[in-house]
């Protein structure tokens, strides 16, 4: 039985371990116990950090695992890509899985391959920030954490200080990105890549809670573009993948396009989108098993995707600002084009990012549907 090292043992890497078994495979994960949903799961359960990247080396060894993979998780990318370098198994070169897994080295590439991007730049302290004399509004972001997590839009010179600081707290290197704000459409991109071949899987539309915090709140995918957006798209992706130097397994990518028609890349992560994106509403939109596909990646037995239906399919997330999915969700076995729903705490909280949203509810349809208090439009 074939071995796959599963780095990360939450909630996000559960489909990755159901899939594994699926696919008769042995599963091993690595993770913190506290948290760790996976632990009970997965085959094999090692109490380690994701980040311990050369203790989880050790232990790969002597499992003698066949593949190596995480799926939404941007810090579990580098020690991912270690491992494989190290054993001689399929994966990302590690300095790239680096570069991606920090805002600044990403925007660096972006910017030395004339990859379209915001300006932007690296402050360390407060009195850094402040010698910018840059146009407001301006987002200050952490520069290796996601999940919307220390975002702010700032509006003046009298925000930039707290907001940096707020970065800089929850930043693991106790860095911030000051970057130009670009009021437009968002949208994110799935590619999934084997030995430097990029291939499009899907684009998803995003409905956010806008200033200061930009948690998402909706996907809903196919994304709305037109096929010429679709093929630019599509052609910067490969560029900017290209420029990180990520050629293995899934990537996920983050834009805006102004009214004007700018294209901007605000950052690709290493791994698939989490918010079910990955994990869900790509097989269900196009019919292609992404996690299934990043496992054959990890194993050396990819082939080339293959999309078998063209459907719609969505996620409305809870919070106290959507309040009106609470009853749905209570009730969504009375709706056929909801397939998986929950409610994950009885509390409603104002969303400051990913982990304050408090259930979620995941459809399929062949049009785009539309949910408010009086149920599926």
Known sequence: MKKLAIIGASYLQEPLVKKAKEMGLYSICFAWADGATCKDKCDKFYDISTIE????????????????????????????????????????????????????????????????????????????????????????????????LGVTKVLSIGELVPAVEKAISVSFKKEAIVEEFIEGREISVEFISYNGTHYPLQI???????????????????????????????????????????????????????KEGRIAIM??????????????????????????????VALGKFETPIKTINMCSGVFFLSKETDYLKSIIEHYNLYPK??????????????????????????QSNTRIRLDKNGIK
């Open 53 to 148: 990247k050369e203790r989880i080396l050790e232990v790969c060894r002597q499992e003698h695992i066949d593949g190596i993979a995480t799926m939404a998780s941007d810090v579990a990318a580098p020690t991912v890509a270690y491992v494989a370098n190290q054993m001689g198994l399929v994966g990302n070169d590690y300095e790239a899985a680096v570069r991606a897994n920090n805002k600044f080295l990403m925007r660096n590439a972006f910017a030395s391959a004339g990859v379209p991007c915001p300006q932007y730049k690296m402050v360390t302290s407060v009195e850094e920030a402040n010698s910018l004399d840059w146009n407001y509004p301006l987002i200050v972001k952490p520069s290796d954490r996601s999940g919307s």
């Open 338 to 363: 909801i397939v998986e729903a929950a409610i994950t705490s009885k509390e409603l909280k104002n969303v400051q990012c990913s982990a304050d949203r408090n259930g979620y509810a995941i459809y």
């Open 267 to 296: 950052e690709i992560g290493g791994r698939m989108g989490g918010d079910f994106i990955g994990s869900d509403l790509v097989r269900l939109s196009t019919g292609y098993d992404f996690v299934k596909g990043i496992i054959d």
């Open 204 to 258: 998803t539309d995003k409905v956010t809670t806008e200033a200061p915090h930009f948690v998402e709140l909706e996907h809903h995918q196919p994304s709305t573009l037109s096929e010429v957006m679709y093929d630019k798209i599509y052609d910067i992706t490969k560029d900017a993948l290209n420029s990180l130097g990520l050629t293995n397994g899934a990537s996920h990518s983050e834009y805006k396009i102004t």
